[in-house]
Nanobody, 115 residues
Framework: QVQLVESGGGLVQAGGSLRLSCAASGIIFSSVAMGWYRQAPGKQREFVAT???????NYADFVKGRFTISRDNAKNTVYLQMNSLKPEDTAVYYC?????????WGQGTQVTVSS
């Protein structure tokens, strides 16, 4: 079955960096787009970044220039490098993909940015 497992979250001070990872299984990873989303307390889940199977990236305006999405097809893993973190980046971060006309989400990893 399809599994997405995020890791790399934690507590960091404002201005710091974290790198999130999402390991995928049960899919042909190199053929799918992968995305990162986040959900802050009391807010709806929102789009952060995507990367296509060909490596084309797209970002939400609020992370442009600070976050970088990348993928390693040999490791079936997508990454989110987060720099210059702000307290408003505090959220649970999820990775997502589509496979067989279904959406799949990971369990999420908590990112907390202190001021």
């Amino acid at each position: 079955q399809v599994q997405l497992v995020e890791s790399g979250g934690g507590l960091v001070q404002a201005g710091g960096s974290l790198r999130l990872s999402c390991a995928a299984s049960g899919i042909i990873f190199s053929s799918v787009a992968m995305g990162w989303y986040r959900q802050a307390p009391g807010k709806q889940r929102e789009f952060v970044a995507t990367i296509t199977s060909g490596g084309i990236t797209n970002y939400a305006d609020f992370v442009k220039g600070r976050f970088t999405i990348s993928r390693d097809n040999a490791k079936n893993t997508v990454y989110l490098q987060m720099n210059s973190l702000k307290p408003e980046d505090t959220a649970v971060y999820y990775c997502r993909t589509e496979w067989g006309f279904r959406d799949y989400w990971g369990q999420g990893t908590q990112v907390t940015v202190s001021s």
